[in-house]
């Protein structure tokens, strides 16, 4: 995953003597990108969506995985396209790819939010504890995101998931198992080290800060500096990066799920259903159209609200 | 030779050869679908040259025929390359699957209780350069010793383990395998240590071909006779002439063949026609092309433009579709009848398949048609409803309609396997549903590949109708081979299962599939543990669950083997069959594949060969002035 070094920029002070509390300002600043603004509502909708979607799939009439294969497959098992009562067509089961593509955004969502959560996290922890504490702890995490990066991810994705597919158990005695849960574990191995990057690099620079020396003089311990002092100011570039690396990791789970090592055909995924597309791309135009521009939907919303939520924190931004 | 388990034999992607029968994409259905016709298409000229294009060759041996073990490689061997003692006529349906004498001058009759096999070689026949002389009964005496030197990693060598002295030879006791001798040039015998009535099937498998020595001596590991392989067909790799083999290390590899690209063959000029016989090759072809293009859409956009005639890899049912559906393309789709199964696995000593009730039910609930069309419809298979394929039976009347779980449709019925269900010790609250807790995400394994995956929602769903859950993993196939065929894993059940024959006797399937002995600790075949002991349990690190005995058919299968070919040992495996399928249950079997070709409009000649379950090498023709 790559590090935008750009925000660091808005690893600065906040704008002072508006009269409004940080996060209205934050607000009135992100209202006025409209591209942001419009992504930020779909994502809302999708969301929305996709905890809706078992109530969506009531109303078509069609659970995710239910099989229509006498009336939506030909007689060589070849998928038919959109219908009235199938506005997507159908896949190469049978199933209704509008039901499967509002039941895959919870996928997306689930695994862009938590597996970003996680890594954020860690990433923060490990960045703050190792920019502040510096020494042979530094050198011990730094080192370690180091050989993190150079691990090659999707052979290691494909190695672990082959070897926790052989039994019922999975593997790590039963603590990871194929599917989503294996999805967001490597994802949150190959994400945290950038988050990691950017809080240590902000946080040597903040340590060095007089209110930091400040607080050292009145006696505060290097805990409750750490925490109380130093992580508030990196709340900017956290929230911004954590912002882009959602759509990493959705984009991640749909290349896991296309390699068949995401989540199972049964559990519909949009990297999963495109998977399934590149098979009959060119007789069934709609099992790669939907999914993929919901996923590119998707992402893009994710990066138009990230750049807006980067031009909001910016105390410079004119716009 | 002491091997009792084996991989198996690697196929294309699906299988066989009618004719062109096709009219509207419907008429296809109605007129291929039902049956295994054996018409060839079209009678050919001499000349030109038959091109097949494959995304990947997959020899399992680098093409060495003392262990290649690949459907492709067979095809090619018999039709062109190797001619055995015994061989077929390689055409479709039953007729194909019958012996007929090959470098032999008849079919022979055994003597001592099917322990003495005596052979005559034909007179002229030769090898192809660099070789060149008459080809003689030492020749195919060496290849068995190639089958039974470890080193040579024969993947099938367990076929001749009844030869006499074969395991003395193999582990260094003897020089010699004292089971077969060369009385002349002429004549060679093969005494058994047990009768082995399909003994000539087994001498039809292209490792039992005349080797010679003064070459394959030099290649002492696995594979490596395959880039020098010296012809006894019709065709040769190109190039062979120009290999010195007057020393082994001036042997330089054939240029005809490199593995990752290429195998061309041109016509043997030592091949005597009147040696051969044009019912088993008319050999009109001047020569063949096998070439890797890994862009399996363009091979068929080229077979459709008509700059290439044939290939290894089986047309997606998307592609088939478009080509039925237009009328000035329809007939250059052929299909045949292969002698595989395609079933569903259920392991014997595994929680809730320990129950024959389940296993019963399983077969009842299974929705056949939705399998079929998940695997392109009728065109790719016609639905299977016991073991063994009926080609493989020469007189299958009284098998032929044979469903011990019928359901309308063939669709599954709810009612019939919650009826069943109704018996099992699974199913405490009697109503027809698998409650027990061991019926709650099934460790299930799964194939990945296109056609394998559209099969895993329809047997979810079927089997969510009698309360079965299931815990799927989808695996590349060769990973889902190897965890299915780990008996530790303690698989319970295993989708998209698939057997093809070695040789047309019903042995080949019983035996590895369902005999006690052939359960092994890896690269295990008999996956539903039929047969499987307490002891034997133990030793694997299984536990059978308590009060539960498995079945075993082992003394059945014994019993049929020991009878002669003919009808008495076919009806012996018919009842077989038709035994494992209503008492033992191990298989949901849904699925006897059609091979699918997708041919250029060049091909004027073609034919399926049944017993290699391939496009018929040596009965096809092209226009004569395509030169490849």
Same mark, same amino acid.
């Given at each position: 995953m790559?590090?935008?070094?750009?925000?660091?920029?808005?690893?600065?002070?906040?704008a002072?003597?508006?009269?409004?509390s940080?996060?209205a300002?934050?607000?009135?600043r992100?209202?006025?990108n409209r #591209?942001?603004?419009?992504?930020?509502?779909?994502?809302?909708?999708?969301?929305?969506?996709?905890?809706?979607?078992?109530?969506?799939?009531?109303?078509?009439?069609?659970?995710p995985n239910?099989?229509?294969?006498?009336?939506?497959?030909?007689s060589?098992g070849?998928?038919?396209?959109?219908?009235?009562?199938?506005w997507?067509?159908?896949?190469?089961?049978?199933?209704?790819?509008?039901?499967?593509?509002?039941?895959?955004?919870?996928?997306?969502?689930?695994?862009?939010?938590?597996?970003?959560g996680?890594?954020?996290?860690?990433?923060?922890?490990?960045g703050?504890?190792?920019?502040?504490?510096?020494?042979?702890?530094?050198?011990?995490?730094?080192?370690?995101?180091?050989?993190v990066?150079a691990l090659?991810?999707?052979?290691?994705a494909?190695g672990?998931?082959?070897a926790?597919?052989?039994?019922?158990?999975?593997?790590? !005695?039963?603590?990871?198992t194929?599917?989503?849960?294996?999805v967001?574990?490597?994802?949150?191995?190959?994400?945290?080290?950038?988050?990691?990057?950017?809080?240590?690099?902000?946080t040597?620079?903040?340590?060095?800060s007089t209110?930091?020396?400040?607080?050292?003089?009145?006696? /505060?311990?290097?805990?409750?500096?750490?925490?109380?002092?130093?992580?508030?100011?990196?709340?900017?570039?956290?929230?911004?990066?954590?912002?882009?690396?959602?759509?990493?990791?959705?984009l991640?789970?749909?290349?896991?799920?296309?390699?068949?090592?995401g989540?199972?055909?049964t559990?519909?995924?949009?990297?999963?259903?495109?998977?399934?597309?590149?098979?009959?791309?060119?007789?069934?135009?709609?099992?790669?159209?939907?999914?993929?521009?919901?996923?590119?939907?998707?992402?893009?919303?994710?990066?138009?609200?990230a750049?807006?939520?980067?031009d909001?924190?910016?105390p410079?931004?004119? +716009? | /030779?002491?091997?009792?388990t084996?991989?198996?034999?690697?196929?294309?992607?699906s299988?066989?050869?009618?004719?062109?029968?096709?009219?509207?994409?419907?008429?296809?259905?109605?007129?291929?679908?039902?049956s295994?016709?054996?018409?060839?298409?079209?009678?050919?000229?001499?000349?030109?040259?038959?091109?097949?294009?494959?995304?990947?060759?997959?020899?399992?041996?680098?093409?060495?025929?003392t262990?290649?073990?690949?459907?492709?490689?067979?095809?090619?061997?018999r039709?062109?390359l190797?001619?055995?003692l015994?061989g077929?006529?390689?055409?479709?349906?039953?007729?194909?699957?019958?012996?007929?004498?090959?470098?032999?001058?008849?079919?022979?009759?055994?003597?001592?209780?099917n322990?003495?096999?005596?052979?005559?070689?034909k007179?002229g026949?030769?090898?192809?350069?660099?070789?060149?002389?008459?080809?003689?009964?030492?020749?195919?005496?060496?290849?068995?010793?190639?089958?039974?030197?470890?080193?040579?990693?024969?993947?099938?060598?367990?076929?001749?383990?009844t030869?006499?002295?074969?395991?003395?030879?193999?582990?260094?006791?003897?020089?010699?395998?004292?089971?077969?001798?060369?009385?002349?040039?002429?004549?060679?015998?093969?005494?058994?240590s047990?009768?082995?009535?399909?003994?000539?099937?087994?001498?039809?498998?292209?490792?039992?071909?005349?080797?010679?020595?003064?070459v394959?001596?030099?290649?002492?590991?696995?594979?490596?006779?395959?880039?020098?392989?010296?012809?006894?067909g019709?065709?040769?790799?190109?190039?062979?002439?120009?290999?010195?083999?007057?020393?082994?290390?001036?042997?330089?590899?054939m240029?005809?063949?490199?593995?990752?690209?290429?195998?061309?063959?041109?016509?043997?000029?030592?091949?005597?026609?009147?040696?051969?016989?044009?019912?088993?090759?008319?050999?009109?072809?001047?020569?063949?092309?096998?070439?890797?293009?890994?862009?399996?859409?363009?091979?068929?956009?080229?077979?459709?433009?008509?700059?290439?005639?044939?290939?290894?890899?089986?047309?997606?049912?998307s592609?088939?579709?478009?080509?039925? !559906?237009?009328?000035?393309?329809?007939?250059?789709?052929?299909?045949?009848?292969?002698?595989?199964?395609?079933?569903?696995? /259920?392991?014997?000593?595994?929680a809730?398949?320990?129950?024959?009730h389940?296993? +019963?039910?399983?077969?009842?609930?299974?929705d056949?048609?939705?399998?079929?069309?998940?695997?392109?419809?009728?065109?790719?298979?016609?639905?299977?409803?016991?073991?063994?394929p009926?080609?493989?039976?020469?007189?299958?009347?009284?098998?032929?309609?044979?469903?011990?779980?019928?359901?309308?449709?063939s669709?599954?019925?709810?009612?019939?396997?919650?009826?069943?269900?109704?018996q099992?010790?699974?199913?405490p609250?009697?109503?027809?549903?698998?409650d027990?807790?061991?019926?709650?995400d099934?460790?299930?394994?799964?194939v990945?590949?296109?056609?394998?995956?559209?099969?895993?929602?329809?047997?979810?769903?079927?089997?969510?109708?009698?309360g079965?859950?299931l815990?799927?993993?989808?695996?590349?196939?060769?990973?889902?081979?190897?965890?299915v065929?780990?008996?530790?894993n303690?698989?319970?059940?295993?989708?998209?299962q698939?057997?093809?024959?070695?040789?047309?006797?019903?042995?080949?399937f019983?035996?590895?599939?369902?005999?006690?002995?052939?359960?092994?600790?890896?690269?295990?075949?008999?996956?539903?543990?039929?047969?499987?002991?307490?002891?034997?349990?133990?030793?694997l690190?299984?536990k059978?669950?308590?009060?539960?005995t498995?079945?075993?058919?082992?003394?059945?299968?014994?019993?049929?083997?020991?009878?002669?070919?003919?009808s008495?040992?076919?009806?012996?495996?018919?009842?077989?069959?038709?035994?494992v /399928?209503?008492?033992?249950?191990?298989?949901?079997?849904?699925?006897?594949?059609?091979?699918?070709?997708?041919?250029?409009?060049?091909v004027?000649a073609?034919?399926?060969?049944?017993?290699?379950?391939?496009t018929a090498?040596?009965?096809? #023709?092209?226009?004569?002035?395509?030169?490849?």
């Amino acid at each position: 995953m790559s590090v935008d070094v750009s925000i660091l920029e808005s690893a600065q002070p906040p704008a002072l003597g508006t009269g409004r509390s940080p996060a209205a300002l934050m607000w009135l600043r992100f209202r006025v990108n409209r #591209a942001a603004y419009v992504s930020l509502i779909f994502l809302v909708v999708l969301t929305v969506a996709a905890i809706a979607a078992p109530l969506i799939a009531h109303l078509a009439g069609h659970g995710p995985n239910d099989l229509y294969r006498t009336s939506m497959l030909d007689s060589f098992g070849n998928p038919k396209g959109p219908t009235l009562h199938f506005w997507f067509g159908a896949d190469a089961s049978g199933r209704d790819v509008f039901v499967r593509v509002i039941y895959g955004a919870r996928v997306s969502l689930i695994v862009g939010v938590v597996a970003t959560g996680i890594a954020a996290t860690i990433g923060v922890v490990f960045g703050l504890i190792a920019g502040f504490r510096g020494g042979g702890l530094d050198t011990l995490l730094s080192r370690t995101s180091d050989v993190v990066l150079a691990l090659p991810v999707l052979l290691f994705a494909i190695g672990l998931s082959s070897a926790c597919s052989n039994t019922a158990q999975g593997c790590v !005695g039963g603590a990871v198992t194929p599917g989503l849960n294996l999805v967001i574990v490597i994802i949150v191995i190959f994400a945290w080290p950038a988050m990691f990057r950017i809080v240590r690099a902000a946080t040597l620079s903040l340590r060095e800060s007089t209110f930091v020396e400040a607080g050292r003089a009145v006696g /505060m311990t290097g805990r409750s500096i750490m925490f109380r002092e130093v992580l508030p100011n990196l709340i900017s570039p956290v929230v911004v990066y954590a912002a882009l690396m959602i759509p990493e990791s959705i984009l991640f789970e749909a290349y896991l799920s296309f390699l068949g090592l995401g989540v199972p055909g049964t559990t519909p995924s949009w990297g999963g259903m495109l998977e399934q597309a590149s098979q009959y791309y060119t007789t069934a135009w709609w099992l790669m159209v939907f999914p993929g521009v919901f996923l590119l939907a998707t992402i893009l919303a994710f990066n138009l609200v990230a750049d807006g939520v980067r031009d909001a924190f910016d105390p410079k931004a004119t +716009k | /030779m002491s091997v009792v388990t084996r991989p198996p034999r690697r196929a294309r992607a699906s299988v066989i050869g009618l004719a062109i029968c096709l009219g509207a994409a419907a008429a296809v259905l109605a007129a291929c679908g039902g049956s295994s016709g054996s018409a060839a298409s079209g009678s050919g000229s001499r000349g030109g040259t038959y091109r097949v294009e494959a995304t990947d060759f997959g020899f399992s041996n680098n093409f060495d025929p003392t262990g290649e073990y690949t459907t492709n490689a067979w095809g090619i061997y018999r039709g062109l390359l190797i001619r055995t003692l015994v061989g077929y006529k390689m055409i479709a349906g039953v007729p194909g699957n019958q012996l007929v004498p090959d470098l032999a001058t008849a079919l022979p009759t055994p003597t001592g209780n099917n322990t003495v096999w005596t052979f005559t070689i034909k007179t002229g026949v030769r090898f192809a350069p660099p070789v060149n002389r008459v080809i003689t009964s030492q020749d195919v005496a060496y290849a068995f010793q190639r089958i039974a030197t470890p080193a040579l990693a024969a993947q099938y060598g367990f076929y001749y383990s009844t030869i006499a002295g074969i395991d003395a030879f193999a582990s260094g006791k003897s020089k010699t395998i004292s089971g077969i001798t060369t009385p002349n040039t002429r004549t060679i015998v093969f005494h058994l240590s047990q009768p082995t009535p399909d003994f000539l099937y087994r001498l039809s498998l292209p490792a039992a071909g005349p080797i010679p020595r003064e070459v394959a001596k030099c290649f002492t590991a696995p594979g490596g006779y395959g880039r020098d392989l010296v012809s006894s067909g019709p065709y040769m790799i190109q190039g062979s002439p120009t290999v010195n083999v007057s020393a082994c290390g001036a042997i330089t590899p054939m240029s005809g063949f490199d593995p990752s690209s290429k195998l061309v063959l041109v016509r043997n000029p030592n091949y005597n026609p009147a040696t051969d016989s044009t019912a088993m090759r008319t050999a009109l072809p001047n020569g063949f092309t096998f070439t890797i293009n890994t862009n399996q859409r363009d091979i068929f956009d080229r077979i459709q433009a008509g700059l290439t005639d044939d290939s290894l890899n089986a047309p997606p049912a998307s592609i088939v579709a478009q080509v039925a !559906g237009n009328a000035s393309q329809r007939h250059l789709i052929h299909s045949g009848l292969s002698d595989s199964t395609k079933y569903i696995s /259920m392991n014997l000593a595994q929680a809730p398949f320990d129950d024959i009730h389940v296993r +019963k039910a399983v077969n009842l609930i299974m929705d056949k048609a939705g399998l079929q069309q998940a695997n392109g419809g009728p065109l790719f298979g016609e639905l299977a409803t016991h073991i063994v394929p009926n080609t493989m039976y020469n007189d299958a009347s009284s098998i032929t309609g044979y469903d011990p779980y019928a359901t309308p449709g063939s669709s599954g019925s709810v009612s019939a396997a919650q009826a069943e269900m109704h018996q099992s010790k699974y199913d405490p609250k009697h109503d027809g549903l698998c409650d027990a807790s061991a019926c709650k995400d099934v460790f299930t394994i799964a194939v990945n590949t296109s056609q394998d995956t559209n099969e895993i929602p329809v047997v979810q769903s079927a089997l969510g109708r009698i309360g079965i859950t299931l815990n799927i993993r989808a695996l590349p196939p060769s990973s889902a081979g190897a965890t299915v065929s780990t008996v530790a894993n303690n698989v319970p059940l295993a989708l998209s299962q698939g057997f093809s024959k070695d040789y047309a006797d019903p042995s080949t399937f019983f035996t590895p599939l369902f005999e006690s002995s052939s359960i092994a600790p890896t690269g295990n075949l008999n996956e539903s543990l039929v047969g499987l002991t307490p002891a034997l349990a133990h030793q694997l690190g299984v536990k059978i669950p308590a009060g539960v005995t498995i079945p075993s058919v082992d003394a059945k299968i014994a019993a049929c083997d020991a009878i002669p070919t003919g009808s008495d040992r076919q009806s012996c495996w018919i009842a077989l069959d038709k035994y494992v /399928m209503e008492s033992v249950v191990p298989w949901a079997p849904y699925l006897t594949q059609h091979d699918i070709h997708l041919l250029g409009s060049d091909v004027t000649a073609w034919d399926y060969d049944q017993s290699s379950n391939t496009t018929a090498y040596s009965h096809v #023709a092209v226009a004569a002035n395509k030169q490849g």
